[in-house]
């Protein structure tokens, strides 16, 4: 599946950090069969990682987990909540948005982690009107802190792949040079 979602520059990402690429899975959505094989991968991690009784509901992490989440949801005929980065400033004014009954397991789906940052603050927004977080998924590890992050916060990360596996394989098909191989790898280790 080919989807130009991989650039090379110099990219800010929502962590405030500076990346050398940047990995934008938010085109995915618009690809159907690309979509499709997604939330086959999502599925199938869910069911052998964790287990369909492993949580009563699933949270998208605002904004790029909410589509993967929600057709994930569907897929498993679990309840689904989006949390909001800030609370509304009207009607209900939350930060999650769904019914989320105290003590109920959630689980979090994200495209991406790279420190966790965004993760933890959609756990925490959950925990907070009483819900339990314990499982995270994702397509990609970006490798940089998130996992421990996580981990520190009594969260268990479950990624289909990394950033170090992505770069072996599109250097070894010469989709990118040795050059950006080598960024990508500089990155992880900063």
Known sequence: MKTGATRFGLFKLSSGKLSPYYIDLRMIPGDPKGLRTVIEI????????????????IAGVPTAG???????AYELTKPFLYVRREAKT????????????????VLLVDDLITTGKNTLQAAEA????GGQVQHA??????????AAALEQAGLNLHAFTNVTKIAHRLRESGVIEDDQYKAILAQIAS
Do not use: N
């Open 90 to 105: 009207h009607g209900g004014e939350r930060r999650v948005e769904g019914q989320l009954l105290p003590g109920e397991r």
């Open 66 to 72: 909410v589509p993967y989440a929600s057709i994930l």
């Open 42 to 57: 999502y599925e199938a991690m869910v069911r052998s990682k964790i287990g369909i009784g492993g949580f009563d509901r």
């Open 126 to 129: 959950i925990r907070a009107e």
């Open 137 to 146: 998924v994702v397509l990609i590890d970006r490798q940089e802190g998130g």
